[in-house]
């Protein structure tokens, strides 16, 4: 059974439309993603499958149940992790797991074992006597995943998990992330991290102004809508205008940004000779392989949008 299925999935806010009619299904044991730029209408997805937002139109069940009509009881079998650290900055790292745990009517004995058993996981151990509010933004994150898990959830929801933390504490999370991922844990989980979707996703959407505009695993993705390699050019002044005309008819595709042109191609480096036999020569090259940041910017633009 799907854990989660969407169809039609509508949010809106007065005469603004954050969310319009998404489909998707979240299958039993992967890692799903919704990536998109601020505003996209990631998080208000994810408020109507925690069951803390009613959807304005559309289908969405969330463990086989209607949110509309069964919220508390698909709350109390899922963990959320929001985008701001919401702990109890007074207590000690053991005792927001310990209160926690009440929450959910667990005996004393099983809430002891588990906050253990947790902590541990979290590397952070030797921390449970200390106070939450000293304590790094990697480790109170890695401290709000552990409460999430305290009632051992059939399905996480990580809202933004890694967003304004330092890349050491990135890592260790995704590694937390992906031991929950092989212990069986479904993550469900919105980012704007090209790398952490890589990284963690099995699929993923990429949504764009409340809508879905593409879906797959990210290879999928990267082969549908960019090239094997990519190759950057950044020329000098003088030569700018000449390489915008040279370059028309190179690779798969040719992009101008305002400081390197981007060439999508196969062969990275056979475009390069190519390049050179025209008598083009760049400042600096540098063939990369195909990446989500490219899907990603080619199906929601490189504009700011406020």
């Keep these: 059974m799907s854990l989660v299925r969407a169809r039609g999935l509508t949010k809106r806010f007065g005469e603004f439309t954050a969310v319009d009619g998404i489909d998707f299904v979240v299958e039993p044991g992967t890692a799903f993603g919704f990536l998109g730029p601020n505003g996209a209408g990631k ?23 209607d949110p509309a009509n069964d919220g508390p009881a698909i709350r109390a ?10 702990l109890d900055l007074e207590m000690s790292v053991e005792e927001n797991l310990l209160v926690y745990g009440r929450f959910f009517d667990l005996p004393k004995p099983t809430i002891r074992q588990r906050t253990a058993e947790l902590l541990e996981f979290v590397q952070l151990t030797d921390r449970r006597g200390d106070v939450v509010e000293p304590l790094s933004g990697g480790m109170k994150r890695r401290l709000t995943i552990a409460r999430a898990l305290i009632n051992e959830p059939e399905l996480l929801l990580l809202d933004e998990p890694t967003t304004g933390l330092d890349p050491q504490a990135r890592h260790v999370l995704w590694e937390r992330l992906y031991r929950l991922k092989q212990r069986g844990t479904t993550l469900l989980l919105t980012t704007h991290y090209m790398d952490e979707a890589e990284q963690l996703c099995d699929r993923l959407v990429v949504m764009d102004r409340g809508a879905i505009v593409a879906e797959g695993s990210p290879l999928e993705l990267i082969t549908r809508w960019s090239t094997r390699e ?46 050179h036999a025209l008598g083009l020569l760049p400042e600096t090259s540098l063939v990369r392989r195909g990446s989500l940041e490219d899907v990603f910017l080619r199906l929601t633009g490189r504009t700011l949008v406020d």
């Design 43 to 65: 998080s208000s997805t994810m408020r109507m499958i925690g069951c803390v937002s009613p959807r304005t139109a559309g289908e969405l069940q969330v463990l086989g149940l």
């Design 77 to 86: 079998r899922l963990g959320v992790v929001p985008q701001e650290d919401n």
């Design 230 to 275: 990519v190759l950057e050019l950044r020329f000098g002044p003088r030569s700018s205008g000449e390489a915008a005309t040279g370059l028309q008819g190179l690779g798969e595709r040719v992009e101008a940004l305002p400081d390197r042109y981007l060439v999508y191609a196969h062969d990275g480096d056979q475009v390069l000779k190519e390049v």
